[in-house]
């Protein structure tokens, strides 16, 4: 799977993108549909308490998936954002 990392207000971080492959890899695991991802993080640098932010797009063969999800911290996100792209797979899944 071929992942694509953006970065918004926020420096390159490694061990942001290991923790986007620890999740997003079991999930290609199980829906072999799924050929890459675009990672986007983001902080809006706002007074807010939830101001880090993980989107994901999913390529699969036939569409794209997309999640997003605003927590108190980078991590909390990308765990949001993975469980509901693979909800929204699952939901997919069973309209074929």
């Given at each position: 799977?071929?992942?694509q990392f953006e970065y918004?207000?926020?420096p390159k971080n490694n061990y942001f993108e290991y923790l986007v492959e620890?999740?997003?890899n079991p999930i290609a695991k199980k829906f072999p549909v799924v050929?890459?991802?675009h990672v986007f993080f983001k902080v809006k640098?706002?007074?807010q308490h939830l101001?880090?932010?993980c989107k994901i797009e999913l390529n699969t063969m036939e569409s794209r998936i997309y999640a997003v999800a605003e927590e108190a911290s980078i991590e909390m996100a990308i765990a949001k954002t993975s469980?509901?792209?693979e909800s929204k797979l699952k939901d997919?899944?069973?309209k074929d």
């Open positions: 799977m071929e992942l918004v207000n926020i620890e999740h997003l050929i890459g991802a640098n706002k007074s101001d880090n932010v469980i509901a792209l997919t899944g069973k």
